[in-house]
């Protein structure tokens, strides 16, 4: 069991084995972190640090994880924790949650907007994003003639 901290948001894989918490910066603890735990919390490993997490969320399968920060960006992971990446520009991120199977993520802004994300499509020339007039969408080129989408506003089809 881990100590005391200011923890603002928990997360399970729909076993129960593995978790993640999130803790929010304060004046005595200016530096959040990122535990994980992949015994059903009997032990537990810190991992991304940032001021202010706010929300996390998990896969039913606890592989993929999703996290933001207060006034900072959307964080996800593809391996249980271990590591994290960038994938959302910086707002006033309150809350975020996730499909499943970790592939469809949604996060709230204090005052502002819910968003929604697909962030993957079919790899080579197989897939595709369609849309109407006014929708937007950000992309983000991540190498191999792959884009991973980092927002969008509107009904998008992504396949």
Avoid: C
């Avoid at 997360?11 to 004046?27: C, I, R």
């Avoid at 706010?54 to 249980?80: E, F, M, N």
């Avoid at 204090?110 to 897939?127: F, M, V």
């Amino acid at each position: 069991m881990l100590r005391t901290k200011n923890w603002v948001s928990v997360a399970s894989s729909s076993d129960g084995a593995k978790l993640v918490a999130v803790v929010q910066g304060s004046q005595m603890q200016p530096i959040g972190a990122i535990w994980t735990s992949t015994d059903s919390g009997v032990t537990w490993t810190a991992r991304a640090t940032a001021s202010n997490w706010r929300s996390v969320a998990s896969s039913s399968d606890g592989a993929k994880l999703v996290a933001v920060v207060h006034i900072g960006q959307i964080y996800t992971s593809a391996d249980s924790g271990v590591t994290w990446t960038a994938v959302a520009t910086a707002l006033n991120w309150t809350s975020v949650a996730s499909s499943s199977d970790g592939d469809k993520l949604v996060a709230g802004v204090l005052g502002g907007q819910i968003y929604t994300s697909t962030p993957k499509t079919t790899a080579g020339t197989a897939g595709s994003i369609s849309g109407g007039q006014y929708d937007t969408i950000s992309l983000q080129y991540v190498g191999g003639n792959i884009f991973t989408i980092l927002s969008h506003e509107g009904d998008l089809v992504v396949q």
